[in-house]
């Protein structure tokens, strides 16, 4: 379980996507807070090579942070994310580079996912990347400035965060034929709430859940064309990776444990041919 100093709840609620920041750089001490927390992480549920650096963004005599086209302002640090491909990395690294995002929000610092509109060559440099090993999305991390800059006001309004898809079109019993309710949901439904709330990229929320003797099983619904924008990268596997990082850290505040598991099969679930079977959280008998 991760340690946070306020609920995990509240951090989810809480965090926003920012490009704006004030040119002022992090201590020595916020700096080597956030790289003790990265140190002190588990491996993540599946067990891929997953490695998170917070690196240094000179500005210089620049209003805009380095290796980003311009898209991020007045930030001087970013967090890199770090893996070597294999069967389950993406998840894996949603799950953990989404940790270390709520740890920065609980620091009052903003931060913003970048999987598009940054230079892989320059912070690959900058985080010492090795044979076999690629950055599917970065961050930056910094104090946000009060107004957003007009750039990233139009970003934000694309995005359309706020527009959050209803409990019953992501959530079902066991066959995908009939919604959840969050009353059906009972103790878990806190947990499915924060899957709910979690950022995707350009918010297609593409996890799919389907609860079943008390097991939850996780299913990836794609959006049509997405994956050809970013070959070499499974944003959308991510985005899982992210759900279920909120699920489980919900689960385990609410004192309800439980582990991720990939099963052989979708678990006898009926699902859609569009729905891809990702992953299944099992509660601890």
């Known amino acids: 379980m991760v340690d946070y100093p306020e609920p995990v709840t509240d951090l989810i609620r809480r965090r926003k996507s920012w490009r704006s920041y004030r040119r002022e750089p992090l201590s020595e001490e916020l700096k080597s807070s956030i ?35 311009g898209v991020v302002r007045g930030a001087s640090h970013m967090l890199v994310g770090i893996l070597k491909p294999s069967d389950m990395a993406f998840e894996d690294f949603g799950y953990c580079f989404e940790s270390a995002i709520l740890y920065c929000t609980a620091l009052n610092l903003g931060t913003c996912w970048i999987g598009g509109t940054f230079s892989r060559d320059y912070y690959g440099r900058a985080a010492g ?25 139009v970003f934000a309004l694309s995005a359309g965060s706020k527009n959050r898809r209803p409990f019953s079109d992501l959530f079902f019993k066991s066959d995908f034929s009939t919604p959840l309710d969050k009353q059906e949901a009972g103790e878990h439904a806190e ?10 990229a350009k918010n297609k ?32 596997r991510i985005d899982m990776g992210i759900a279920m990082f909120h699920f489980s850290s919900t689960a385990a505040s609410l004192g309800l444990a439980g582990s991720w598991k990939r099963m052989e099969s979708s678990h006898g679930i009926s699902a859609p041919k569009s729905l891809e079977y990702r992953a299944s959280w099992i509660p601890q008998l």
């Open 35 to 69: 790289r003790g927390f990265i140190a002190s992480l588990d491996p993540p549920p599946f067990g891929s090579s997953v490695r998170l650096e917070l690196v240094d963004a000179p500005l210089h005599d620049r209003s805009w942070t380095p290796g980003t086209y």
């Open 129 to 153: 990347i090795t044979s076999g090993e690629m950055i599917p999305v970065v961050s930056p991390v910094g104090y946000v400035t009060e107004k957003r800059s007009i750039l990233d006001s």
């Open 191 to 200: 947990a499915l709430e924060m899957v709910r709330l979690a950022p995707s």
């Open 205 to 236: 929320q593409p996890w799919r859940v389907a609860a079943k003797n008390g097991g939850f099983h996780f299913f990836l619904s794609r959006s049509t064309g997405y994956r050809s924008l970013f070959p070499e990268v499974d944003l959308q």
